[in-house]
């Protein structure tokens, strides 16, 4: 099967780019100069429309994708990956688009996301309050990866007295503001920080979508339940690793957990397909959520063997190892819904009785 000419394109940058400097990355954080790179080779924009300079790839190239630069180096993952789905929103929002949202379309501005905390209310969440010609935005924000590279966020925010989300652009300025720091030991390079919104006036062009906090909930269950491309890129580059590793008995971990983990992720993307094929929302949910929770217990045992194996210098700040194990240890709270943690913390217990997907991460 031929691949295409910009996947080719991602995938040599990221071996060229990515991977050698990922350890620096993760020191030092993702920087300005980086995202210029990533807008070069069009990642900023090529899910946008033909006329804002878009690729039109399919489902398969955008997993792959992420596949390629997730395994490369995540904190750079992490940042574009707040960015990216944001496109194709944008691009679904009727009527005329304001001149940041095109400038957003066109690669020219890095958008942050803060939509997560919908997933907390009403225990925590940004507050919407209706104001003339728009909105005023409060609260904080948990996550925002990306901090001091992006112009804009969109954020999720819940008018609570009629459950409505109203998603929208909110530009970096006056009332927007980081919180205290946020003192993280994985994906330490992703410039992930807190941020508080101060009464923000948001105009009603800035904004994308207002639904029901239960249709939001629904679409979450995709964005939420599936295992999808980065956790199969991090297990790519670990299995790889392994692999390449003189040990007879640590390349027999590569080749006994390879074919797992292709399993998985031939599982995981037809599960995926078929759901959105039938309108998304929980069909099959069980099985969906039992494959990201099979491919979560494996990058753990994979990025534990990964470090069994250095031994000692796999500790090291120099060594990918530690690295990779603690990006693993980051995936198995982003993207937590409710849902997720319950199958998850099920599994552990023994108690979910999936023996079927979820027992090929045994």
Same mark, same amino acid.
Request: aromatic share 6%; charged share 20%; proline share 7%.
């Given at each position: 099967?031929?691949?295409?000419?910009?996947?080719?394109?991602?995938?040599?940058?990221?071996?060229?780019?990515?991977?050698?400097?990922?350890?620096?990355?993760?020191?030092?954080?993702?920087?300005?100069?980086?995202?210029?790179?990533? %807008?070069?080779? !069009?990642? /900023?924009?090529?899910? @946008?429309?033909?006329?804002?300079? =878009?690729?039109? $790839?399919?489902? #398969?190239?955008?997993?792959?994708?992420?596949?390629?630069?997730?395994?490369?180096?995540?904190?750079?993952?992490?940042?574009?990956?707040?960015?990216?789905?944001?496109?194709?929103?944008?691009? %679904?929002?009727? !009527?005329? /688009?304001?001149?940041? @949202?095109?400038?957003?379309?066109? =690669?020219?501005? $890095?958008?942050? #996301?803060?939509?997560?905390?919908?997933?907390?209310?009403?225990?925590?969440?940004i507050e919407a309050t209706r104001t003339a010609g728009g909105w005023i935005f409060t609260g904080t924000i948990s996550w925002v990866s990306g901090w001091g590279l992006n112009e804009a966020l969109a954020v999720a925010a819940v008018e609570k007295d009629t459950e409505t989300v109203v998603t929208a652009l909110v530009e970096i300025g006056a009332g927007v503001r980081a919180g205290a720091p946020l003192d993280l030991a994985a994906v330490t390079g992703s410039r992930t920080e807190r941020v508080m919104l101060d009464e923000v006036v948001v105009p009603d062009e800035h904004v994308l979508s207002r639904q029901t906090l239960e249709k939001t909930r629904f679409d979450d269950l995709a964005t939420a339940g599936d295992a999808r491309g980065h956790h199969f890129g991090l297990a790519a580059t670990v299995l790889r690793e392994l692999a390449e590793t003189p040990d007879p008995e640590v390349r027999a971990v590569a080749r006994a957990w390879g074919p797992r983990v292709s399993g998985l992720r031939e599982s995981a993307y037809a599960l995926a397909d078929e759901a959105a094929a039938v309108g998304g929302g929980p069909h099959r949910l069980d099985e969906r959520l039992a494959t990201k929770v099979a491919i979560l217990s494996a990058l753990t045992t994979l990025t534990r063997a990964l470090v069994v194996a250095r031994a000692g210098r796999g500790l090291t700040g120099q060594d990918t190892a530690q690295l990779h194990a603690r990006s693993a240890l980051f995936l198995l709270v982003q993207g937590q819904s409710a849902d997720v943690r319950r199958a998850h913390l099920a599994h552990l217990a023994g108690l979910d009785g999936l023996a079927g997907l979820a027992g090929l991460a045994e």
């Open positions: 099967m031929s691949v295409h000419p910009f996947i080719r394109t991602v995938d040599e940058y990221a071996e060229r780019v990515l991977r050698p400097t990922a350890l620096r990355t993760d020191r030092e954080g993702v920087t300005a100069a980086r995202i210029g790179e990533l %807008r070069e080779i !069009g990642l /900023l924009n090529h899910p @946008a429309p033909v006329e804002y300079g =878009g690729l039109a $790839l399919g489902p #398969a190239a955008e997993r792959r994708i992420h596949e390629i630069i997730a395994g490369a180096c995540f904190n750079t993952w992490l940042v574009w990956a707040q960015h990216v789905p944001l496109i194709g929103r944008l691009a %679904r929002t009727a !009527g005329p /688009l304001p001149a940041l @949202a095109r400038r957003v379309l066109t =690669g020219q501005v $890095l958008l942050g #996301a803060g939509v997560s905390d919908v997933r907390s209310f009403p225990r925590r969440y």
